[in-house]
Each structure stands twice: as C-alpha cells, then as structure tokens.
C-alpha cells in the first residue's frame, strides 16, 4: 500500500545493493526518535525564553543536551547504528548546542547590549556549526595519529552550549543582567565562539578507556552520585562552578598536548638517526 510519506532508508539509497528492506528493525528507530526528541527539547528551551520562562528554558535545553548525548550510544548498545541516524545527530547538535543555546542567552540578557549582542549570539552559532563541520571531516581523515583520537581540535559543542550559558547560570544567582554585564556577556560569548573553532586541543578523556580498577570502582560511583546530588540540590551553583572547572581545565589540556607531540617528535627523531645508521653500516 502506498503512503504518503518516503520510505525509511537508514543507509541511503540501495539501488545496485540488493532489495529494499520491507521492514526496519525498531532497534535502528529508537536511537533517531531519542535524536528527534532532543531536538525537540531544545527548540521548547527555545520558546520558554521567549516567554521569560528562563529557568525551565535553560533546563530543557540541558535536558536536549543530554539526549543528544545519549543517542549514539543507545545505537551502538542496541546496534542500530545508521547513515541516517549520523546525519540527524550532526543536525540535532546544531540545535541543541549551537540555536538554542544562543537564542536563550539573547533573550536573557544579550538583547540589552543591541546589536552587538546580536551579532555575539550569530557568531556562536555559525562556530557552533563549524565546529561540527570540521570534526565530522577530521574523522575521516586517516592520517591521523591514534594518540590524537585522545583530544578534541577546539572546544566540543557540547561543552560550548555548557559554557556559553555561564551568564545566564550567575544571572540565576543573583547577578542583575544590566546592559553593562550584557555587553560583558557578549564579549563572552565571542570568546567562546573562538574556543569552538580555535586550533586549542581538549582533552576528550578516550584514555582512560573502557576499563576500570576495581580499587576505583566505589569511588567512581561515590563521585558521581555526590555531583548529580549537588546538581539537584544546588543546580545553578553547580552549573556555574563546572563551567569554571572546564575553562581552568584547558591550559592543563593545551600542555599535556605540547608534552605528547614534542614525546612522538623526539621519537621520530631518534627511529630516523637508527635508520641512517644502519643504512651507513650496509653502506660500509
């Protein structure tokens, strides 16, 4: 029976590939309803700061961010995994951490600084984009070292949105959103834009793998469990000093990074001096 809407095709077009599949499997379906969900999420965020609703505006976005975190891995445990499914995950992310995000800050606090605020909350979005452009490129690029797979080039979107809702987090707290802090905001703002699309490596945390100490297991838990309890308890409080916690990390980040390249280039340096070497002995 026909029906008005286009087939499902989770790994695009199969001409030349064998017969269409009649029925998807539901498991390649959740994982891009939780997409769509988020995106949903966000755009709600979205629509509460335009009605002034900033505290649940700021939570739906979070909660946006935390189903596009998901989705993924929801489709790799579930084995669902699709063409389809990756491209909506690139879009949901520019929602989410790139469209919501801003439009909530703007209508907080960056439409008393004018335009100004204005073109601070466009540029987040279009590094917001570009971030997430070129790290879909770069993962295909395989000429990049297996160490490099360890940081980020430039600040995540994730922690992008994280952090470029830091005014509205003091805002929450008590901070009078006057036009002096909105220009001070949208400075901000451009300065986290910067961050998405520097050259600046971000430690991703992949090295600590999958893997952990049993000595460490309790603790691990007993830390989380303690930050979710404080992010219930003291949201705005705990928002704030994570975001804090995130910038302080980078020049860590930027120096373990220096540490690792100048360790391959030495590395480097010393495998070609043992291959002249045994080229000069041969030559001998």
Not at 22 to 45: D, E, Y
Not at 148 to 160: E, L, M
Not at 166 to 179: I, K
Request: charged residues 15%; contains cysteine; proline residues 6%.
């Amino acid at each position: 029976m026909e029906t008005p809407f286009p087939p499902f095709e989770p790994n695009g077009p199969t001409e030349g590939r064998g017969p269409r599949l009649s029925q998807i499997p539901m498991r390649m379906v959740i994982p891009n309803v939780i997409t769509v969900l988020a995106i949903c999420a966000g755009l709600t965020g979205v629509r509460l700061a335009f009605e002034n609703r900033f505290e649940l505006a700021v939570s739906m976005v979070l909660v946006a961010a935390f189903l596009d975190g998901i989705d993924g891995r929801v489709a790799r445990m579930m084995k669902g995994t699709s063409k389809f499914g990756a491209q909506m995950d690139s879009l949901a992310d520019i929602v989410n951490f790139g469209v919501a995000p801003a439009l909530v800050l703007y209508s907080f606090m960056l439409d008393q600084a004018r335009a100004f605020g204005w073109i601070a909350a466009l540029l987040y979005c279009i590094a917001c984009c570009l971030r997430l452009a070129r790290f879909n490129v770069m993962l295909e690029d395989p000429r990049t070292p297996s160490w490099q797979s360890n940081y980020f080039i430039g600040v995540p979107a994730p922690a992008g949105a994280m952090l470029v809702l830091l005014p509205v987090y003091l805002g929450f707290l008590g901070l009078a959103p006057t036009r002096v802090l909105a220009f001070a905001a949208a400075i901000y703002t451009v300065a986290i834009a910067f961050l998405l699309v520097s050259r600046l490596p971000v430690y991703n945390g992949k090295t600590a793998g999958s893997l952990v100490r049993r000595d460490v297991v309790m603790p691990l838990i007993l830390c989380v469990v303690i930050y979710v309890a404080f992010l219930m308890s003291y949201t705005w409080e705990t928002l704030t000093l994570t975001a804090l916690a995130y910038l302080a990390f980078l020049p860590f980040s930027v120096a373990a990074w220096h540490k690792r390249m100048a360790a391959e280039m030495q590395e480097t340096a010393e495998n070609s001096a043992e291959t002249d070497d045994i080229s000069d002995d041969k030559g001998a």
